[in-house]
């Protein structure tokens, strides 16, 4: 049972325009979330994260939207650029609550086209 | 450039041959994860020391074993590989286990021959 999905495994997006990817969860034991960013034949780059007492967290070009009610948070990027194409993993965890370690989605293969 | 180094990067065993992978921190971080990633799929984790205190997750196979013989050193034995086992392994740290994030090694990609 995924309790992290991404149901969108690509997404192309226009340089300069905004980014959207998705994210939903079921666990409601879920208190942290993070997205990761990753390039082929590289590990996973932490990119930006959101504490389940928060519903915003901006960091320059990148914005984390959380959804408790309806168990979903996005990314936004603002604007595109062409380095931004990667594969995006939404993760969640829950400290305490059994899941000490991150449950991650299968990603979201982000593609900036010029 | 404090950093998350796994060895090898590539690795290729013999069925039923027991393997080791090798992650070092200079993090300091307290605490060190081993996660699985097979082809198109999520990391899953397999197991996390937190300081000297292991714990694993409830369906990782035995076959799976790890130590941390200090701070900044953590390993992966596979006891009697199968060709299930072929996947990427990566290592990852946080300083804590509570609203930190986890940084990543570049992983080792297992093949099983």
């Known amino acids: 049972d995924q309790q992290v999905k991404q149901n969108s495994p690509s997404l192309s997006v226009q340089e300069g325009r905004i980014s959207i990817l998705n994210c939903d969860y079921t666990?409601?034991?879920?208190?942290?979330f993070l997205w990761y960013k990753k390039y082929p034949a590289e590990g996973p780059t932490f990119l930006i994260s959101?504490?389940?007492?928060?519903d915003k967290n901006e960091d320059g070009r990148f914005t984390v939207f959380l959804n408790k009610s309806a168990k979903h948070l996005s990314l936004h990027i603002v604007p595109s650029q062409p380095g931004d194409s990667a594969v995006y993993f939404c993760?969640?965890?829950?400290?305490?609550?059994?899941?000490?370690?991150?449950?991650f989605g299968k990603g979201t293969h982000l593609i900036i086209q010029p | 450039d404090a950093m998350v180094i796994q060895n090898p990067r590539y690795q290729v065993t013999q069925f039923g041959k027991p393997v080791t992978l090798s992650c070092s921190q200079t993090?300091?971080?307290?605490?060190m994860y081993w996660y699985q990633q097979k082809s198109s799929q999520a990391p899953k984790l397999l197991f996390h020391?937190?300081?000297?205190?292991?714990?694993n997750e409830a369906d990782t196979p035995d076959n799976f074993q790890s130590r941390r013989p200090n701070t900044s050193f953590c390993f992966l034995d596979i006891r009697s590989p199968g060709l299930g086992d072929a996947a990427m392994y990566l290592c990852?740290?946080?300083?804590?286990?509570?609203?930190?994030?986890?940084?990543f090694g570049d992983g080792t990609r297992l093949s099983i021959l």
């Open positions: 990852a740290t946080s300083r804590d286990r509570v609203g930190q994030p986890q940084h």
């Open positions: 666990n409601s034991m879920f208190d942290y």
């Open positions: 959101i504490s389940s007492i928060k």
């Open positions: 993760a969640a965890s829950a400290p305490g609550g059994g899941a000490d370690g991150l449950t």
């Open positions: 993090l300091n971080h307290n605490v």
């Open positions: 020391y937190y300081d000297k205190d292991f714990n």
